[in-house]
C-alpha cells in the first residue's frame, strides 16, 4: 500500500534490466553486491537455527483431538462457567461478577481469529498468563495435554458458522512491508527512517479493520513525512490511501490463505516536495501466504501502481516476499517472536528501467501478555539499482483492537 | 557495504539472543495475578461458589454448597436485622462503649471485616457498611457474613478451648506471598490445588481434619460477654450464648459433632466440586440448618431493604 510498502519519495527507481520475477538472480541489469549472498546466508541460517532452539508456533497434535472426549472435559470442568452452550452459565449460579472479556464461544467473529493456541495457553496458564481475568483457572496441572486439545477441539463447535471465515492460525505475523493475507482489526504505526544520507522519516497511521464480514477489511493509510531538504526541514501528509480486501480462500488443512486488494492512492501528499506522486493511484494486488507445519511461514504479495496521470508517476508492478519463522517459549504458549526476511522488488514500465531489489531482515515480537500489541524492527536494504537509494530502519507498533484495549492486557 | 555487514550481524543476534534471553520471562511463569498483603486476607464468596455449585447426587438432588451456604443463616449473619437492631440499641444505650461492642459482635457476624482489621490492630465499624447492598456495589466482604475464606482458613490452634471462644480464632498465614493455606477434610491433589490457587490468587487448598472439629464452631457459639464499666473496664464477665458448652455437657459430645447435625452428611460419594471433582465420601452439605425459620422468612420477605442474595 501507501506505506512503506510502496515506492517512497526517498527511493529513486532503477534505470536499466527486466524483470525478473522468476528469481533473483535472473535481474538482468542487477549486480548483487557481494554482502547480499552474506546477509542473505545469515538470515537463513538464523531462521534455520531458531527453528532448532524454540518450539513451533502452530499446535501439533500428537494425535488428531478427539471431539467426543473434549465433550467429556468440557461438561466435567468447564461447563460450570461457560454453560452447557458456551456463553456463560447462569450468573445465578456463577455469582461472580463477570469480566469485560467474558468470552462468549458462540460469537464466531470474536472466538474465529484467536488461534487454538491463545486459548491453550489461558487453559494451561489461566487468565492473567494472556492478561485475562484471574477468575479463569490454570487447568495445566490437572488436564493433560490431550484433554486440552480435546476440550478446544469441542469448544470450536459452539461457534456455528457457516461463512467459513478464516481461522486466526492464518493470520500470520505482520511484515514490515510486504501486506499479508488475513483481513485484520489492527491500529498499526509505522514508521521508516533513512538510515544514511539526508534525515527523513514517514511515519503511517494505519487503520484496517473487518467490515460487513470477517472476510472483508477496509484499510486507511495516512501518511506523514518529516525530511531535512537541502539544511531545511519540512512535513507533510503524503498520499492517503484507502484499500479494501477480501479474503477469497483459506484453508487450514493446507495452512493457505488468498486475499484480493483494491486500493485507491489519493493525491493528497505535496509531490513537489517529494510527498507524494502528484495523481490518484490505484494499487491492486494479490496477497498469499503460507503457513507450513514447522510454523515457517511464507507471505508473498503482487500487485501494481497504476497512476492516472502516467506523466507525473510512472505505473510499476511490486513483488513482495516474507519468510519467517513463529516461535515461543513453553511450547509456543509464551511471548512470540518471529524473526523474518522480506525480499522487496518494484519495478517501473518504462523502457529502460531494471528492477529494485531490497532486502530487509526483520523482527516481530509480543509485547503484551494478551499479545495484542507487538513491535517490529528491521533494516531495509538496497541491493540492487543502489545509486540514490539509502538503506531505512523501520519499526511498527501494532495494536490489535479486537483483543481489548491498548492498556489493557498487560498484566 | 559495511552497514550491510553491520546490519545483518545485528538483526542475526537479535534473532539468536533476544528469544534465548526472554526465554525465561514467559508471560506463563509470571503471570500470578494480584498480589495479597501480608496480613489476614479474606477472598468473599463469589470466588469460591462457581465451582462449588452444580453439585448432585446420584439422585439428582441439588448439595450445591454455594447454593446452599448462601440460603443459611451463617452467610447472612451481617444481613440479620435482629442482630443490626441489638447492636444498635447496645450502642445508643453505652455510648462510651460503642467502639467495643461493634468488635466484639462484629467477630463472628462480619467476621471477614473484623478479623482482618483484629490482625491489622484496628477497630471495625459495623454501621458505615449498612445498607448492604448487592454485590458488586456494596461491601462483599461485609454482606458475606461467615464467608467460606473465613472458616476455612481458621486454624486448628486453640479449638475448643477459651482461647478461641467469642470468635478469637486463629487464621491461617501465607506460608509465602500469595500462598495460603485453605483448608478442607479431604486430600487434595496438586492439580486442583492450582486450580484453586490460580484462580484465588491466593488460596492453595489443604487438608485440615479440625474443619470437622466441634471446637470450630465452637469458636463463635461461645460467647462470654464482658460487663463494661464507665470508663470501658471489664467488670466481669458472663455467659451470654453457651450451645457449645451446652453440646459438650449433653449426650451428644460422644456422638455426635456439631457438624454431624446442622451440616448432614451425604450418603454416598459425591463431588465437592464441579470442576472435575473427584467423588468423595462423607461429604457434609453446607445448609447449617438450624431452627431461626423465622430469620429466613424475613430474608425472604424483604429482599430488597435486606439485599438478600440467596436464591428465593
Known amino acids: 500500500m501507501g506505506r512503506q510498502g510502496s515506492r517512497g519519495w526517498w527511493q529513486s527507481c532503477g534505470t536499466e534490466g527486466g524483470l525478473a520475477l522468476s528469481g533473483i538472480r535472473e535481474s538482468r541489469g542487477c549486480r548483487f553486491p557481494a554482502g547480499f549472498l552474506t546477509t542473505l546466508i545469515v538470515c537463513l541460517v538464523v531462521l534455520l537455527s531458531c527453528h532448532l532452539l524454540l518450539f513451533a508456533q502452530t499446535l501439533h497434535y500428537a494425535k488428531r483431538p478427539n471431539v467426543r472426549n473434549g465433550e467429556k472435559v468440557y461438561k466435567g470442568g468447564c461447563i460450570a462457567c461457560h454453560g452447557s452452550e458456551g456463553k456463560g452459565a447462569p450468573a445465578t449460579s456463577t455469582v461472580f461478577l463477570r469480566p469485560d472479556t467474558w468470552p462468549d464461544f458462540t460469537d464466531c467473529a470474536g472466538t474465529t481469529p484467536e488461534p487454538n493456541g491463545n486459548w491453550k495457553a489461558v487453559i494451561v496458564h489461566g487468565g492473567p498468563s494472556r492478561g485475562l481475568s484471574q477468575i479463569m483457572p490454570a487447568f495445566g496441572d490437572l488436564l493433560t495435554d490431550e484433554e486440552i486439545n480435546d476440550v478446544i477441539a469441542y469448544m470450536r463447535g459452539f461457534c456455528k458458522n457457516v461463512h467459513h471465515d478464516p481461522l486466526g492460525e492464518l493470520n500470520l505475523p505482520r511484515a514490515l512491508v510486504t501486506e499479508k493475507a488475513f483481513p485484520e482489526n489492527e491500529i498499526v504505526i509505522s514508521t521508516a527512517a533513512s538510515a544514511s544520507g539526508a534525515p527523513a522519516w514517514t511515519t503511517d497511521v494505519i487503520d484496517e479493520r473487518t467490515i460487513i464480514d470477517a472476510r472483508t477489511q477496509l484499510e486507511t493509510d495516512v501518511p506523514v513525512n518529516y525530511a531535512d531538504q537541502a539544511h531545511n526541514w519540512t512535513a507533510g501528509f503524503g498520499d492517503i490511501t484507502l484499500a479494501l480486501k477480501r479474503e477469497m480462500f483459506s484453508s487450514l488443512r493446507t495452512g493457505s490463505i488468498l486475499s484480493l486488494q483494491g486500493g485507491i492512492l489519493l493525491p493528497t501528499g505535496d509531490n513537489k516536495r517529494g510527498f507524494g506522486a502528484g495523481t490518484t493511484q490505484f494499487e491492486p494486488f494479490a496477497a498469499f501466504d503460507q503457513l507450513f507445519k514447522t510454523n515457517t511461514f511464507l507471505q508473498t504479495q503482487l500487485g501494481a501502481d497504476l497512476p492516472v496521470d502516467t506523466s507525473v508517476a510512472p505505473r510499476s508492478m511490486f513483488w513482495r516476499v516474507a519468510v519467517g519463522q513463529a516461535m515461543a517459549p513453553d511450547h509456543m504458549l509464551g511471548r512470540l517472536f518471529s524473526p523474518m526476511v522480506e525480499f522487496l522488488a518494484v519495478r517501473d514500465f518504462k523502457p529502460g528501467t531494471s528492477t529494485d531489489w531490497d532486502v530487509l531482515p526483520e523482527m516481530q515480537i509480543t509485547v503484551s501478555r494478551r499479545q495484542h500489541v507487538r513491535v517490529g524492527f528491521g533494516v531495509r536494504e538496497p541491493f540492487t539499482n543502489t545509486a540514490g537509494r539509502t538503506p531505512q530502519v523501520l519499526f511498527y507498533l501494532l495494536w490489535d483492537r479486537a483483543d481489548g484495549k491498548l492498556w489493557n492486557g498487560w498484566r | ?312
Open chain 2, 1 to 312: 557495504m559495511r552497514l550491510r555487514w553491520g546490519s545483518a550481524v545485528v538483526l542475526g543476534l537479535a534473532v539468536i539472543a533476544l528469544p534465548a534471553t526472554l526465554r525465561g520471562q514467559s508471560q506463563t511463569e509470571n503471570a500470578k495475578g494480584d498480589k495479597t498483603p501480608p496480613g489476614t486476607v479474606f477472598r468473599t464468596s463469589e470466588r469460591c461458589v462457581a465451582c462449588h455449585n452444580g453439585l448432585k447426587t446420584s439422585s439428582g438432588e441439588d448439595i450445591s454448597i454455594g447454593f446452599e451456604w448462601s440460603a443459611s443463616i451463617m452467610a447472612n449473619a451481617s444481613r440479620d436485622p435482629y442482630w443490626q437492631g441489638s447492636v444498635r440499641r447496645e450502642s445508643m444505650d453505652h455510648p462510651e462503649s460503642k467502639q467495643a461492642i461493634e468488635d466484639e459482635c462484629s467477630i463472628c457476624h462480619m467476621p471477614a471485616v473484623r478479623l482482618a482489621d483484629r490482625d491489622a490492630g484496628r477497630h471495625t465499624q459495623v454501621f458505615s457498611r449498612f445498607p448492604l447492598q448487592k454485590f458488586p456495589n456494596g461491601d462483599r466482604a461485609a454482606a458475606d457474613g461467615v464467608t467460606c475464606s473465613v472458616c476455612h482458613q481458621i486454624e486448628k490452634t486453640g479449638l475448643g478451648t477459651d482461647t478461641t471462644f467469642v470468635g478469637n480464632v486463629v487464621i491461617a498465614k501465607p506460608v509465602q506471598n500469595d500462598l495460603r493455606p485453605e483448608y478442607g477434610p479431604f486430600d487434595i491433589d496438586k492439580g486442583h490445588q492450582t486450580v484453586m490457587h490460580s484462580s484465588t490468587a491466593t488460596y492453595f487448598p489443604a487438608r485440615g481434619d479440625h474443619m470437622r472439629d466441634a471446637g470450630l464452631c465452637g469458636s463463635c457459639h461461645t460467647l462470654y460477654t464482658s460487663a463494661l464499666g464507665p470508663k470501658g473496664e471489664k467488670l466481669a464477665k458472663f455467659p451470654e450464648q453457651m450451645p457449645f458448652q451446652e453440646w459438650q455437657h449433653s449426650d451428644y459430645a460422644t456422638k455426635q459433632t456439631c457438624q454431624d447435625c446442622h451440616m448432614p452428611v451425604v450418603n454416598e460419594a459425591v463431588a465437592v466440586t464441579a470442576v472435575y471433582g473427584p467423588p468423595r465420601e462423607g461429604m457434609h452439605r453446607h445448609v447449617f440448618v438450624g431452627s431461626n425459620f423465622v430469620m429466613e422468612g424475613m430474608l425472604q420477605d424483604h429482599r430488597d431493604e435486606l439485599a438478600t442474595e440467596a436464591q428465593p
